[in-house]
């Protein structure tokens, strides 16, 4: 059986092209508005527009089922494309609490310039999200062999909202054990050790919670509070 691209079929379309020169400025309309789309019609259009324009596209479908499935399918379509979720904070409440780091994440990427596709729907882009420059200002910037006072910097995470704890086991918890400070940002999906050697930090690391194994060192880190 021989293997195809599917985006390959769409790539000469004339209407996905009229709609990357719409995207490009290369087009006199001020909005288009496209009609009969079904099933996945929709996601191979837009995966072919994102491929063929550089910048950040924002994909709001209906409901949240909805961004679920044209996310996954964006991601069959394109595995190379940067896709993000930006999910509602109603999901909190029914135990997801990995949905703050979803909506970091997406801020710190727009907040870089990067180019990617963002998916969403109208309940979660209608709630408030912090600018740039209050996302750079809330952070709590940390570099190997930079100096730090571990007092001030604990009484920092605590007026952030972190909580100390004997183990670090979710995002906004840090831990002191003697000149090691073990912290889990809201912006990341593993926490940070920071050993100490006086007030200078000798060394940054990630690490897992389950087996608190070091996964890999770096040489400077960004804390986000919630």
């Known amino acids: 059986m021989k293997n195809f691209n599917i985006l390959e079929l769409f790539d000469q379309d004339k209407n996905t092209n009229y709609l990357v020169n719409f995207i490009q400025g290369q087009s006199p309309k001020k909005s288009v508005f496209l009609k009969n789309?079904?099933?996945?019609?929709?996601?191979?259009?837009?995966?072919?527009?994102?491929k063929?324009?550089?910048?950040?596209?924002?994909?709001?479908?209906?409901?949240?089922?909805?961004?679920?499935?044209?996310i996954d399918d964006l991601k069959n379509l394109n595995p190379h494309l940067d896709t993000q979720f930006f999910p509602s904070c109603d999901r909190i409440k029914l135990g997801d609490n990995n949905v703050i780091l979803e909506r970091i994440e997406?801020?710190?990427?727009?907040?870089?310039?990067?180019?990617?596709?963002i998916v969403t729907y109208p309940s979660a882009v209608k709630e408030k999200i912090i600018n740039q420059n209050s996302l750079v200002?809330?952070?709590?910037?940390?570099?190997?062999?930079n100096g730090v006072d571990l007092e001030k910097l604990t009484k920092k995470l605590d007026a952030f909202g972190f909580n100390n704890t004997?183990?670090?086991?979710?995002?906004?918890?840090?831990?002191?054990?003697?000149?090691?400070?073990?912290?889990?940002?809201?912006?990341?999906?593993?926490?940070?050790?920071?050993?100490?050697?006086?007030?200078?930090?000798?060394?940054?690391?990630v690490f897992e919670?389950?087996?608190?194994?070091?996964?890999?060192?770096?040489?400077?880190?960004?804390?986000?509070?919630?």
């Open 166 to 205: 004997d183990f670090v086991i979710s995002p906004g918890e840090y831990s002191v054990r003697g000149m090691i400070l073990d912290v889990f940002s809201y912006g990341d999906e593993n926490p940070y050790r920071v050993i100490l050697d006086g007030d200078s930090i000798e060394e940054i690391s």
């Open 106 to 117: 997406v801020v710190k990427k727009i907040s870089k310039d990067q180019e990617l596709a």
């Open 52 to 70: 063929k324009t550089h910048c950040t596209h924002l994909f709001i479908v209906e409901n949240l089922e909805q961004a679920l499935y044209f």
């Open 137 to 145: 200002k809330s952070q709590i910037s940390l570099q190997t062999n």
């Open 37 to 50: 789309l079904q099933g996945s019609l929709t996601t191979i259009i837009a995966s072919n527009v994102v």
């Open 209 to 226: 919670v389950k087996n608190q194994i070091s996964i890999k060192t770096l040489n400077q880190i960004a804390i986000i509070p919630n």
